[in-house]
């Protein structure tokens, strides 16, 4: 039986042996379809802050709706997450009622072309066209690709193949990571232009597409379940079956809060961190009297660095959630992780750069990457857990993907504290300055103010952990039980 969870009938550590050739490409093609779609995610991380700089100005502020000042990279990534979640939302339900494999084809494809075409933005409103495009079909990727591996692998494996599915969205991320390093090193990081070349490489994935439509055939499990359904006059895919079922509801919005917990914790702070590195190397490589051209590519190196080593640390992160998650339970390893996402994170915050300059990244990152990212695997191994076949797909997609329209606050209000902490901080620096001190070192003052104002904006934000933690009690334990059916 497919459903049976975390009981092997042969040796746990080898669950690749236990899966059949049609088994690994489905495992295979699901992993790089989520990979590519983390690589797509990173690259914009990396591609935000110069494309804001290079569309806008080096102000990269916008007035929204022309009274509030917003740094225009928060306001890019809020509306990429819309667009986000927007899409899980279609194509979460799409999938239960079509079919995994096909709608999994018209994402990757989605969201390979919109990349491809922000390389083109000539001004904010068309990039964030581009980018709300390109969410669209990002947002539907983990949905289908967890209900598809779900349905597909033999139940006593799954939690550790999607463990391992999740996991390799790190891999995807770190070669973000190395490929912002090598266009750091090259001629092409003296251009300040080269972000669009991030968005150009982040449209490759497109070419994966006519691998999952020649070789992918539908789930045994969803074309029973899809014809079961539509004998007993049930709709697969159907938000009014969802809501309308007292359990599927009560399991839709506890694990939509409980995914929220994580999205806002990971998009409204993580992801920044590279912002944060960012202006701080390009202080001190300005202190040091760095042309424009050093600052810029030493920004962008570190960046990248610091964006590496935090996957690094999220890919054993992500193992080690899915031992515990195994062993002990979902809820346990949900509560442990959560705990140390909150405390790790506002550490590093505050003290990174503090201690041993740039070099913080090192360890500080990994150790960051470690918590933030691993109840991305908890998603992955639970979420399926609570929903029939029928409504898999819909029920994930909706947990993960509707927390982020709460999620696009989150970016908007990191902006927003930073900006008005910024603005206080630096007046407050200007009023305390020594009289008769250089314009220079009044603008450094004012760089370590709004420096300042930011680590403590993300910090406050750091709080939204404990709400994956307060909703815990209230959700079920699905270690060692078969997937539910109705």
Not at 434 to 455: N, Q
Request: aromatic share 12%.
């Amino acid at each position: 039986m497919s459903n049976l969870s975390d009981k092997s009938n042969g040796t746990a550590d080898g669950w690749w042996s236990q899966l059949n050739n049609y088994q690994r490409l489905v495992f295979v093609v699901a992993t790089l379809a989520w990979l590519f779609d983390c690589l797509d995610q990173q690259l914009f991380n990396l591609a935000r802050s110069p494309a804001m700089k290079s569309l806008l100005g080096p102000n990269q502020e916008l007035m929204l709706f022309g009274k509030f000042p917003i740094q225009a990279g928060a306001l890019a990534t809020s509306i990429f997450v819309l667009g986000w979640a927007t899409g899980g939302m279609i194509f979460g339900s799409l999938g239960d009622r079509f079919g995994r494999a096909k709608m999994l084809s018209v994402t990757v494809l989605l969201y390979s072309v919109a990349t491809g075409l922000s390389a083109l933005s000539h001004s904010f409103t068309d990039f964030a066209v581009y980018r709300f495009i390109t969410g669209l079909g990002v947002g539907g990727v983990f949905g289908l690709a967890v209900a598809l591996v779900a349905d597909t692998v033999p139940g006593h494996i799954r939690p550790r193949a999607l463990g391992v599915l999740q996991s390799f969205s790190a891999v995807g991320n770190c070669a973000a990571g190395l490929i912002g390093v090598a266009i750091a090193l090259t001629a092409i990081g003296s251009n300040e232009n080269y972000w669009k070349w991030l968005f150009v490489i982040g449209a490759l994935p497109a070419f994966l597409v006519a691998t999952i439509q020649l070789r992918m055939k539908e789930p045994e499990s969803w074309v029973q379940s899809r014809d079961k359904a539509i004998s007993e006059g049930k709709r697969a895919g159907s938000y009014r079956d969802l809501f309308g079922h007292g359990i599927w509801r009560k399991h839709a919005l506890l694990g939509m809060v409980l995914s929220c917990a994580g999205v806002i914790g990971l998009w409204g702070i993580g992801v920044f961190s590279s912002d944060l590195v960012g202006d701080i190397v390009a202080h001190n490589f300005a202190e040091a009297g760095a042309s424009l051209e050093e600052v810029n590519k030493g920004k962008q190196l570190w960046m990248s660095l610091n964006l590496l080593a935090f996957n690094v640390g999220a890919f054993a992160g992500m193992l080690v959630f899915t031992r515990i998650a195994v062993n002990l339970g979902r809820k346990k390893a949900f509560g442990m992780f959560f705990a140390g996402s909150l405390l790790v994170t506002v550490f590093v915050f505050q003290m990174i750069g503090k201690i041993n300059g740039r070099w913080d990244i090192v360890w500080m990152a990994p150790l960051m990457g470690f918590f933030h990212l691993s109840v991305f695997a908890g998603f992955s191994i639970y979420l399926p857990e609570l929903f029939p076949t029928r409504l898999r797909a819909t029920g994930v997609s909706f947990c993960y993907n509707v927390g982020r329209y709460l999620a696009a606050l989150g970016p908007f209000t990191l902006g927003a504290l930073a900006a008005g902490f910024g603005k206080t901080a630096q007046k407050a620096a200007e009023d305390g300055a020594p009289a008769g001190i250089s314009e220079t070192a009044l603008a450094a003052l004012k760089t370590v103010a709004k420096i300042d104002a930011f680590r403590d904006a993300a910090s406050w934000m750091c709080l939204i952990f404990l709400l994956g933690i307060v909703v815990l009690p209230f959700l079920p334990e699905t270690k060692g039980q078969p997937l539910p059916e109705d």
